[in-house]
């Protein structure tokens, strides 16, 4: 990756984007992997998007199981106190 540091820090690529001072590579686009981007005053302004728990765990009935004892806690006999 051939380029330049400017005064920032920033890495400029000479075919396009820039690796900002904490290694985020940004495309030529300007837009990092997450969609997230730099504003005109410096900024990194990140992306916006709906979080939706059932994403992290699947259909959204599973999330009543959260928390619920499993084979692990049985094994060991995990004491709560």
């Known amino acids: 990756m051939k380029g330049h540091y400017d005064e920032d820090g920033f890495y400029i690529i000479d075919d396009g984007g820039f690796v900002d001072p904490d290694g985020y590579q940004f495309g030529a686009d300007h837009y990092d992997a997450l969609g997230?981007?730099?504003?005109?005053a410096g900024v990194y302004i990140a992306p916006e998007y709906e979080y939706y728990p059932e994403d992290d765990y699947g259909e959204e009935d599973d999330l009543d199981n959260i928390g619920a004892p499993n084979d692990f806690d049985e094994e060991y006999e995990l004491d709560e106190e």
Not at 36 to 40: A, I, L, R, S
């Open 36 to 40: 997230g981007y730099y504003d005109e």
